[in-house]
């Protein structure tokens, strides 16, 4: 993961950062559909916060109730001390990029950069000398005398990222800014986004629907579910202790085991007996639970000796993803219920996992999720 | 997470967002728009529906013209002739088109390009033109008057005249609508069926057929509502032959019945809404037919099939060329057919001499002013419904209105006219029988497809640049000047030729409209006519088609100057 660990456990620990954006209760309902409901959220200064979800969730109405272009059924939305909620969008300070880029055809490149900027009667050296620095800045120097037409996808998102932040507004806001480019340049993207954002210390509130995409870039994930936020916390808080089932299926893949609770942090499923030893809850003994374990929790080899949870399983099939591999294994005590692990190319090759082979491994105790049959984590 | 159900929110109005100055410009002119098309069209039209229950002096009389059109034999053997009438002239019309429009999207017959501007002439032309023409080849005098007498039909005036004068006014409405469906052909089917050995006849029956399924409803309403509501060719070559247009015009000029001619003029009214619904059903079906995936068909030459469509075309491009032919000639000859020495004489009569000299300068006045003003309008109307905020109780009611302008035809448009602003009450009745009246109701008559093309347009481009305009405090109307107007600056001159064309053309709305100061080409055609003047009508006539080419012409040259220059944006795609 390219999320620099320590600048992420710093924004998380530190008790009272100072607050750019606080958004309470905040719900929105077209006609009888309920899009967002009762919405609490604290933006951090200078942080990059991804609104993360399913399409129809309801991010990107949050994100255009911020930016004052739908309006909420109530609530209140404070940034820096005043309160924005009912100003209309030409009164709010932000900066927004769309997914279209929705760069104005007929002018330049440097025209569509110094759009904000020449409405605010700013001498004419002045708008130039801030055009070439942004153009710079977003790695288009030369581009200035060209037509939106005639740069690629990612080179247009760069430019509407550059006419965004001309005015230095104190929030940015990112609406799907990466979903309209081909694969190689989401990912170079990604990367300067986060590396301008950073060397600005502008905060940032990003909409996407791609978990790689905000694991990758975000300060803080807010997961979204059906109008209401699911979990808040840091990529590493989002993935590996996901608050709710619905998170962890959402982020990354996950094997779900339905399963009895035995008691003393035991489960049962199937006839399959799982010691679990993380943040497992409490449930009483023949409760009904769900138990989580990503493909890549499990030890094998060296690490089995005296590790708990291990298991025999006949691998039925191995799905080639370059770097790494999915195999599914059937193991007998879990009666059909296939259990799907990742395992590198090069352990691939030393431990023979290939269709039909027997393997043991042990799937790890401390990593495994214990939810409620149906509700939350406890 | 606190999940709390839906049902137990406050279920309170949404606090709205504080007005910018912005906001209030935009609500403002969206306002004055609703209000064009309320006092323009709406409040004309409920004129007519209070007019047919009153009597001249404006008592409620209730059902009575009812009652009295009920009981005039003439009255209803009207109706009766309208309908067959316009039955009949769909089923030539669409057919010919439809051949036609498979000639042009379906072979590789040569010169398709040319044979398709030659088939859009007729809507150049004032509909009396070909009325005229066709009483010069088969009127008492015509050329070809052996021809129809061999056919068994004793006179031109009546039915025949109108059909055949009516054929050639819908044959382009018909064939554009018809070429759309056509052109949007999936060539995947067609290739899906070539792979498994499908045989032509059977290809066109479960492919090309269904396809145009709903083109077909469409153009047939579409004719039979132009014909039904038609007033100038029934007028010029009806001769006794009694229809529902040529009557609303009898019973409101000729004899001031208000009531009876808002009964009559109601009447003309059903058919256009009918077929106005109809239209709109088939449109989004239409819409719906046509995946963002399909293939566009590219026809493969045949060698048979292609010159059986080019003699197609060629046969029917020189039927339509007769006609404005014969109308050209007539206007250059003495008199058909004792003296057939070329003169100027009637250019000179209907243009410098005659009492009706001002009628083509007028004409030109109210094309202009119509250009204008009409686009502006249009653009700004549509420009604000699409892309800016607020009033959202109005904003249907704007779409509606636009919609609706096409469902009335010019001849119920006019007469409402009348009764509105002739009103002695109505404190706008100064602009009776003005130039701006006859402006305004031309913009509102052709307002839906002017407006269509504005929101195509306008719907084209990006959904976010207001947004984005707003995020970095640019006021909207900045940008609207600035980016939008320019980007839209193609479709803007498409919709100022397209008001020119038909304000030149126009007859039926403006008829009831004019005053002797502000006679137009069209009326005068049809009062040089009536005088027996069949040389200046057709020399009117003549020189308004031209016009009206001329100005199509400049637009496709000015389109072109103006996309090399301030358009390169374009050009310079690298799509």
Redesign the interface.
């Known amino acids: 993961m390219s999320v620099p660990a320590a600048l992420a456990a710093r924004l998380s620990e530190s008790d009272s950062p100072a607050t750019a954006l606080t958004i309470r209760g905040i ?1 929105k ?1 077209f006609d009888r559909f ?1 899009a967002l ?2 919405i609490d959220l604290t933006v951090r200064q200078g942080e990059m916060l991804c609104l993360l979800g399913p399409s129809g969730c309801g991010k990107t109405t949050l994100l255009r109730i911020i ?3 739908e ?4 609530g209140t939305i404070v940034q820096n001390g005043r309160d924005i ?8 300070d ?3 990029v ?1 997914q ?3 760069l ?4 330049t490149i440097a025209e569509n950069v110094a ?2 900027l020449v ?2 009667r700013k001498p004419r050296a002045e708008v130039k000398a801030r055009v070439e620095e942004l153009l710079t800045m977003v790695g288009l120097p030369t581009s200035g005398d ?7 996808g990612g080179q247009q998102q760069r430019i509407a990222l550059a ?2 932040l ?2 230095s ?1 104190r929030l940015l ?1 990112l609406d799907e800014p990466l979903s309209a480019l081909d694969a190689l340049e989401r990912i170079r993207l990604r990367g300067e986004i986060r590396r301008l954002q950073q060397q600005l210390g502008v905060t940032t509130i990003m909409v996407t629907h791609d978990q790689e995409e905000a694991l990758s870039m975000a300060d803080r994930i807010v997961v979204m579910n059906h109008g ?4 808040i916390g840091t990529p590493h808080e989002v993935y590996e202790r996901p ?2 089932p619905f998170v962890a299926d959402f982020v990354g893949k996950v094997n779900v085991l339905p399963a009895v609770a035995l008691g003393g942090g035991r489960y049962r499923a199937s006839r399959l007996e799982l010691q679990c030893a993380g943040d497992c809850g409490d449930y009483a003994p023949g409760t009904s639970v769900r138990l989580y374990l990503r493909p890549e929790d499990r030890a094998v080899d060296g690490a089995l000796d005296g590790a708990p949870n291990r298991v025999h399983g006949l691998v039925t099939k191995v799905e080639f993803l370059g770097g790494s591999c999915l195999a599914e294994m059937s193991i007998d005590e879990l009666e059909g219920l296939p259990l799907h692990l990742y395992f590198s190319l090069n352990q691939l090759h030393d431990l023979g996992v290939r269709v039909g082979a027997q393997l043991e491994v042990a799937l790890r105790s401390d990593r495994i999720r214990v939810f409620g049959a149906k509700g ?1 984590a406890q | ?4 159900p ?1 049902d137990v ?2 279920l ?1 109005r ?7 100055r ?2 209030l410009i935009a609500r403002g002119v969206l306002l004055v728009v609703v209000a064009f098309l309320v006092l323009f069209l709406l409040a004309p039209m409920a004129s007519i529906f209070a007019r047919a229950v009153q009597d001249n002096d404006g008592h409620y009389v209730g059902l009575v013209h009812v009652r009295a059109i009920l009981a005039t034999p003439s009255l209803l053997h009207a109706v009766w002739n309208s309908i067959w009438v316009s039955a009949t002239v769909v089923l030539i019309s669409v057919p010919m088109a439809f051949v036609f429009a498979y000639a042009l999207a379906r072979s590789c017959a040569p010169l398709r390009g040319t044979f398709r501007l030659i088939a859009l002439i007729p809507l150049l032309a004032p509909s009396l033109l070909s009325a005229i023409a066709f009483i010069q080849w088969f009127g008492n005098q015509g050329v070809l008057k052996g021809a129809l007498q061999w056919l068994g039909i004793s006179t031109i005036y009546g039915a025949p005249g109108i059909i055949l004068s009516e054929v050639y006014n819908t044959f382009p409405h018909a064939l554009m609508i018809l070429l759309t469906a056509l052109s949007l052909a999936d060539g995947r089917l067609y290739e899906a069926a070539d792979s498994l050995g499908t045989s032509m006849w059977r290809k066109f029956f479960t492919i090309t057929l269904p396809s145009c399924k709903y083109g077909l409803i469409s153009a047939a309403t579409v004719v039979f509502t132009y014909v039904i509501s038609d007033f100038g060719a029934p007028k010029v070559i009806g001769g006794n032959f009694n229809v529902l247009s040529v009557d609303v015009f009898k019973q409101v000029v000729g004899q001031q019945n208000f009531g009876r001619g808002a009964v009559v003029g109601l009447l003309l009214l059903i058919p256009s809404i009918v077929s106005f619904v109809i239209d709109n059903r088939v449109r989004r079906k239409l819409r719906a037919q046509l995946s963002a995936r399909s293939v566009p068909f590219a026809a493969r030459p045949r060698r048979a099939f292609d010159l059986a469509m080019t003699a197609y075309c060629v046969l029917v491009c020189t039927l339509l060329l007769a006609v404005v032919g014969m109308a050209l000639w007539t206007s250059f000859i003495q008199l058909w057919p004792y003296n057939l020495t070329l003169t100027l004489d009637h250019y000179r009569f209907a243009l410098v001499e005659g009492d009706l000299a001002p009628a083509y300068g007028n004409s030109l006045k109210l094309a202009l002013a119509t250009a204008l003003f009409g686009s502006f309008t249009v653009f700004i109307g549509a420009y604000l419904i699409e892309k800016t905020r607020g009033l959202d109780l109005v904003r249907p009611l704007i779409h509606l209105l636009a919609m609706l302008s096409m469902a009335v035809p010019g001849l119920v448009l006019g007469l409402g006219y009348i009764m509105f602003f002739n009103h002695p009450h109505n404190p706008l009745g100064f602009l009776y029988q003005t130039m701006p009246i006859l402006v305004l109701s031309v913009i509102v008559h052709y307002y839906t497809s002017s407006h269509l093309t504005a929101v195509t347009a306008l719907k084209q ?5 207001e ?9 909207f109307y ?2 609207f000047f ?2 939008t107007l ?2 839209c600056l193609p479709a803007l001159l498409d919709i100022a030729r397209y008001y020119f064309v038909v304000s030149m053309a126009t007859l039926s709305g403006v008829v009831f409209l004019y005053s002797p100061d502000t006679v137009l080409a069209s009326v005068a055609i049809m009062n040089l006519d009536e005088a027996g003047e069949i040389g200046g009508a057709a020399a009117l006539a003549s020189l308004t088609v031209c016009t009206s080419i001329v100005v199509c012409l400049l637009y496709a040259l000015a389109t072109r100057v103006l996309l090399m220059k ?5 050009s ?4």
């Open positions: 719900h309902r309920v409901q009762q930016a004052g272009l309006t909420q059924s109530g909620s009912q100003l209309p969008p030409v009164k709010r932000y900066g927004i769309f279209s880029y929705a104005f055809p007929n002018l759009y904000g409405n605010r060209k037509y939106p037409g005639q740069l690629s006419r965004a001309a005015t507004p806001l209401v936020i699911e979990q608050a709710t939350a | 997470m606190s999940a709390v839906a929110l406050p309170r949404s606090p709205s967002l504080r007005h910018s912005e906001d481009i990006d959904d976010e640049f947004a984005v305009s707003a995020s970095l405090k640019v006021p900045k940008t600035r980016v320019p980007v301030t358009q390169a944006w374009r310079l795609s690298r799509r």
